[in-house]
């Protein structure tokens, strides 16, 4: 549904590319995080996909169009929460979705209502704008992304300086939203807690580079990971070869097809005296520290 292909942009000759041959895919329906630090990359790529910002070599296709020489019919695919929303703040939430809307062509009331009530800003919708509370106003820069009815949906720090519960609500939202219109979406988000809850997939830059690509713990596909002590380590460590196990700094790795009932019996008919075990699956922090501080060789595509 939306390919990034070998985009390239540099801002200033004496300073790294922003990206460098960046290439990815998200696929219809997936919602797939945008990660990496300060200055990886992150806003120069989402300024390519909306025609902001121009590549200097690459482009970017939304539903198979290529937003370099058909811009128009590509964004208007797209809905978008882009840096700070900007609304007028002595209009009303209503009024300010009418005039937004209508730079995109006329959206049916009914339309409207609905989308309202879906974020959750039906009984503040007639309010000024500058009565409204920072998680009120990230409700409504979401409905006017959501209109008229998007394929894909790009957000860059949907959350930023929402509490807890915003967050939580934010969240719920996206994943209905997901569900119920079938919507692709692209979320450029800090918080590694959140990614992990709501993507299917993400994808690193550092420096401009892409650095990994893949489902949210994919990164020791084919493998499974587990905790195991005993009382009896060189009885344990013989069975664990034997299962065709190996140490991994604090754990020890497996084929993904050794199952945790499976090797805990055998360890237990081999004598070993278990004192812990459990299967342990990389989170999405330690995916991305370990790959934010490496190197591009480490690239999942």
């Excluded at 992150?42 to 970017?60: C, E």
């Excluded at 900007?86 to 209502?113: C, D, P, Q």
């Excluded at 509490?163 to 609500?169: A, K, L, S, T, Y």
Aim: glycine share 12%.
């Amino acid at each position: 549904m939306l390919s990034f292909r070998r985009v390239s942009k540099r801002f200033d000759r004496g300073r790294p590319a922003a990206l460098d041959a960046v290439s990815f895919e998200v696929d219809k329906g997936s919602i797939c995080g945008l990660l990496g630090h300060n200055g990886a990359g992150k806003s120069t790529a989402l300024g390519v996909m909306l025609g902001m910002v121009y590549p200097d070599a690459g482009d970017v296709l939304i539903g198979g169009c290529p937003v370099l020489t058909e811009r128009h019919g590509a964004i208007r695919k797209v809905g978008a929460i882009f840096e700070a929303p900007a609304f007028y703040e002595y209009l009303s939430g209503w009024h300010n979705l009418k005039i937004l809307t209508a730079y995109s062509g006329a959206v049916e009331r009914k339309l409207l209502e609905e989308t309202v009530e879906w974020v959750g800003l039906g009984e503040r919708i007639h309010d000024r704008v500058g009565t409204y509370s920072h998680g009120m106003r990230q409700r409504l820069a979401l409905a006017q992304a959501l209109l008229p009815r998007p394929e894909v949906l790009i957000l860059d720090e949907p959350t930023d300086g929402l509490d807890p519960e915003g967050i939580f609500e934010f969240r719920e939202q996206l994943l209905t939203l997901r569900e119920e219109l079938g919507l692709t979406v692209l979320l450029s988000s800090h918080l590694l807690g959140e990614v992990e809850q709501v993507c299917d997939e993400v994808v690193i830059l550092q420096r401009g580079v892409k650095v990994y690509e893949g489902k949210v713990r994919g990164i020791n596909e084919g493998w499974s990971h587990f905790v195991i002590e005993s009382e009896n380590p060189e009885v344990t460590g013989e069975s664990i070869k034997a299962q065709r196990g190996k140490e991994a700094g604090e754990f020890f790795q497996f084929p993904s097809e050794v199952t945790a009932a499976d090797l805990l019996s055998k360890l237990v008919a081999d004598g070993a005296r278990i004192t812990k075990f459990s299967e342990k699956e990389e989170s999405l922090e330690e995916l991305y520290l370990k790959f934010s501080q490496g190197s591009s060789e480490g690239s999942g595509q």
